[in-house]
């Protein structure tokens, strides 16, 4: 390229890229408070204070650096003017005042947050109307149906429901419900802002959906919503509220709510309550009965002393809560000034008002309050439907109860009863005796019949066909042979065992381990099973133990087998394990477990179907408002217990129960049957369980006051003039006369034939199995004390028992089976109070296991099963 095409060099700091640079402020490089000349407008090299950091540049450019008087954004140094609609974070302040917003800014805010919420507010109450407070009188009735489709009972809804004026409502009820629940009910406009913020936050985070409502909140949900709690509700109940908080008398309000609100025993409204629980009118209410209405509205199904739906909700844990609150709600009506201290003094807790049950038993006589309260509380299970929500009514229920065969079971617990117990002429002995039986179809696991009691028109409320806390006795047996004969023994090689397997059966025979070393009672002595009678039966097979219930055999062979497997098998054909004993020692084979008579009828009924088992049912069929509910088929689906010829052998051995054991009564039935006796500790129950092919049926008899606190269970010793009495006495004969007319009529069907299963005995008197190599073998007799007998023949694993710090009957003297007495099903003995049974319903009965150790539970280290007593 030529010279002269090249451009003449510049001088330095010339040019028009240097003149702009020059123009553009720049921050100072030189040491700290050096001027370093900039071009600005009053000349070319005016100096400039030094900047710091970019943010500051960056900041004082937005901002500008001018000070004088008006000088805004725009004029304040050369940056551009700050065009944000809200100036927050503040472009005019320094640090963190940038974030402390102008008052005019706060003021802003609140006003259009005001201003939205008002706005949004009257939308809402514009867009809601005032509802009717008489829709929510208009509860239907429920209807139950026999199994044939005629009508059983109509109860529930508008039978139980009569609208009544604030007049008719005394002062005393008001004020337990206002100070209870609403303390600003009368200057509030309807709804509580704080009350309403905590509720919507705990449901928008998944919190609990309750708290917040004010009794006009609550009256709007009974009388106009419907009882989901989600935002839309709340929001739409919020709305109503506000506009009712300003259009209508506080009275009006306040009475709506105690004529809609739901005080349990079907009952709605204060009117309907008043006469449910004190058979008076509702303005004759004194004031403590007032405010145990007041405490009911907390929740009946939790704080109606009758008990309700689920394990936490016994009559027991119930009326300890009424108590509670009741207590509550007069201490409150004092704190808010609505009752004097002196008024208050007058109630102790002797003071808790009585109640009556005349209004609830209307239409539930005899067995048919029993068959509801089941039924129902399948259709609430089924369909996860309120208690509340059922006693609004509308619901058409087909039950599989069959009034033939319901009325056969009355008449033969009736008939029993008025033969055996003198209440009158022995009232030592024969009162309190309580009566439950449950009868199962063994094709499909429907339950026909039930004896709940002497009804809720004698004023017994208490489903004894449906409670747990009973222990079963002997009838538990056949689940630890079943157990043998399906799994094997540790010492059978993984194979099952015959009944013909032979075991020691000798009274007070030493129990071995699992590791084939004797069993400890708490003095650290060897534990000594005791049977019923001290005669030395030598080895006999497990067919002739069941026979006789021998106690010694069966509490070796659990060892042998292994809980868990007895567990295992208890549970497949039907049994709760809630109600299964947990514990790990000999009185477990021998009934300490306390499932309810339903249950047991339902699975003995899996060894009469040949190992299918069926869950219990009790309703077919539900129709709402027309509607047909979904999950109601009538047949479940079958399920595989065990191996067909395992329950086809139980049966075997069960059948010769009722030909030549403790079930002989039963043979006057006069067709194939199977059974089994159980009774327990100081006969304080007394079972029997048998089935013939086509219905499985259980009879319990126990003994304890339904007024008692604790439900403890008592000794029946001498109840009906029986020095004894057993499970083949009072149950069989029950059993017997029920089954003979619910198969009136009925071809004679026959069991399946047994086959030939599991390993026997090589020979008469010879262990049975015999033990594998790598098993220890049992202590020889040579080491045991000088009064053991000879070792059991099946040795057993295990670690040595401890006595857990808990157990309430850790007695030395019972556990060494050298006490005085005791009976086939070990130490059982134990306090009762109801609990729900499961599936087929949850009703609640009297007994129950006690709140300190479990009742029915064995008592000592092994249990203390010193059985003496035969079945």
């Known amino acids: 390229m ?247 008398e506080k009275d009006t309000v306040l009475a709506g709510y105690l004529n809609t609100a739901y005080y349990g025993r079907d009952a709605y409204g204060i009117q309907a309550a008043a006469r449910a629980y004190f058979g008076k009118d509702s303005q004759d209410l004194n004031p403590s009965e007032c405010a145990f209405l007041a405490a009911v509205l907390k929740g009946p199904n939790l704080y109606n002393p009758d008990g309700g739906i689920g394990a936490a909700a016994t009559p027991a844990l119930n009326e300890k809560r009424a108590r509670e609150r009741w207590s509550w709600v007069l201490d409150r009506e004092v704190e808010v000034g609505r009752m004097d201290k002196a008024a208050r003094a007058k109630f102790t807790d002797a003071d808790f008002p009585p109640r009556v049950e005349s209004e609830q038993a209307r239409g539930m006589t005899g ?26 009514g509308g619901y058409r229920i087909t039950t599989t109860f069959q009034k033939p065969k319901v009325d056969a079971l009355s008449k033969a617990v009736e008939d029993t009863r008025n033969g055996f117990i003198d209440e009158k002429g022995r009232p030592e002995t024969d009162t309190f005796v309580q009566f439950g039986a449950a009868s199962v179809d063994v094709k499909t696991g429907a339950l026909v019949a039930l004896y709940g009691g002497p009804g809720w028109d004698h004023k017994y409320f208490s489903n004894n066909a449906n409670t747990s806390g009973v222990p079963v006795g002997s009838t538990w047996k056949p689940y630890v042979l079943a157990a043998a004969m399906e799994y094997g023994t540790q010492n059978s090689k993984g194979k099952g065992i015959s009944a013909d397997s032979k075991y020691m059966a000798n009274d007070l025979t030493v129990i071995n381990n699992r590791e084939g070393r004797p069993l400890r ?36 062979l659990v060892f042998d087998v292994g809980h868990d497997k007895v567990r295992a098998v208890a549970k497949s054909t039907g049994i709760l394990e809630e109600s299964i004993n947990p514990n790990t020692d000999a009185s477990f084979a021998l009934g300490t477990s306390t499932p309810s008579a339903i249950r047991m009828a339902d699975s003995y009924a899996t060894f009469a179907a040949s190992g299918t088992h069926r869950e ?75 089935y ?31 020095p004894s009495l057993h499970g083949g006495d009072i149950p069989a004969e029950i059993w017997t006369e029920y089954m003979g007319e619910a198969l009136k009529g009925q071809p004679v069907k026959q069991f399946p034939e047994a086959e030939d299963i599991g390993v026997t005995a090589d020979s008469a008197g010879a262990p049975s199995p015999t033990p594998s190599a790598v098993v220890p073998p049992s202590p020889s007799p040579s080491t045991l004390p000088p009064s053991s007998p000879p070792p059991s023949p099946s040795p057993s694993k295990g670690g040595r028992p401890t006595c857990p710090p808990w157990k309430l009957y850790c007695d030395p003297d019972t556990t060494r089976g050298t006490g005085n007495g005791g009976t086939d099903s070990g130490n059982t003995a134990g306090n009762t109070s109801g609990t729900s049974t499961g599936v087929i319903g949850g009703s609640t009965g009297s007994p129950s296991p006690s709140q300190s150790g479990r009742p029915g539970r064995p008592g000592g280290i092994t249990g203390g099963v010193n059985n003496s007593t035969p079945e």
Not at 184 to 191: L, R, Y
Not at 369 to 392: C, F, H, R, S, W
């Open 692 to 722: 013939t092919p086509e219905l499985s049926t259980s009879v319990v008899l126990f003994r304890t006051d339904p007024n008692s606190a604790d439900k403890k269970l008592i000794s029946m010793k001498g109840v009906g003039d029986i």
């Open 2 to 248: 030529s010279e002269h095409r090249r451009k003449p060099p510049q001088p330095e700091g010339g040019g028009r890229a240097s003149a702009r640079r020059a123009a553009q402020p720049r921050p100072g490089r030189g040491a700290a408070g050096r001027d370093v000349p900039t071009a600005s407008h009053s000349g070319p090299y005016a100096p400039q204070p030094a900047q710091g950091s970019r943010s500051e540049v960056r900041r004082a450019s937005q901002r500008g650096t001018g000070r004088g008087r008006g000088a805004g954004p725009a004029a304040r140094g050369t940056g551009r003017p700050d065009k944000r609609l809200i100036n927050y974070p503040r472009s005019d302040r320094d640090g963190w005042k940038r974030f402390v917003p102008s008052w005019k800014f706060v003021a802003g805010t609140a006003l259009g947050f005001f201003a939205v919420i008002t706005a949004g507010a009257g939308i809402g109450i514009a867009m809601v109307s005032t509802p009717d407070p008489n829709k929510a009188a208009q509860a239907q009735n429920n209807v139950f149906y026999w199994a044939d489709g005629t009508q059983m009972v109509a109860t529930g809804g508008s039978m139980n429901r009569q609208i009544v004026p604030i007049s008719s409502i005394p002062r005393s009820m008001r004020d337990a419900v206002i100070a209870a629940e609403n303390e600003s009910f009368e200057t509030d406009k309807g709804v509580d802002p704080m009350g309403v913020a905590r509720a919507v936050y705990n449901m928008a985070t998944g919190g609990s959906t309750q708290g917040g409502s004010t009794i006009t909140q609550q009256y709007v949900k009974n009388t106009y919503l419907d009882s989901d709690q989600t935002l839309k509700r709340k929001a739409t109940e919020l709305f109503i509220a506000i506009r009712l908080g300003v259009s209508e």
């Open 367 to 392: 067995q048919i309050g029993y068959l509801v309260d089941t039924a129902k509380a399948y259709v609430m299970k089924t369909k996860n439907i309120t208690p509340e929500q059922m006693a609004l």
């Open 521 to 556: 009672d708490a003095s650290g002595a060897p534990f000594k099973q005791k049977n019923e009678s001290p005669t030395a039966f030598g080895y006999v097979t497990l067919n002739e133990a069941m026979e006789k219930s021998i106690n010694v055999p069966f509490a070796q």
């Open 616 to 690: 219990p049912f009790s309703v077919t069929r539900v129709e709402k408002d027309g509607e047909k509910l979904s999950g109601f088929e009538a047949a479940a689906k079958d399920q595989r217990a065990m191996d067909s010829a395992v329950a086809d052998n139980i049966t075997k051995v069960l059948e010769n129960v009722v030909e030549n054991g403790t079930g002989k009564k039963v043979k006057k039935l006069g067709r194939p049957a199977a059974g089994k006796t159980g009774t327990t500790d100081e006969n304080k129950s007394a079972w029997f369980v048998g």
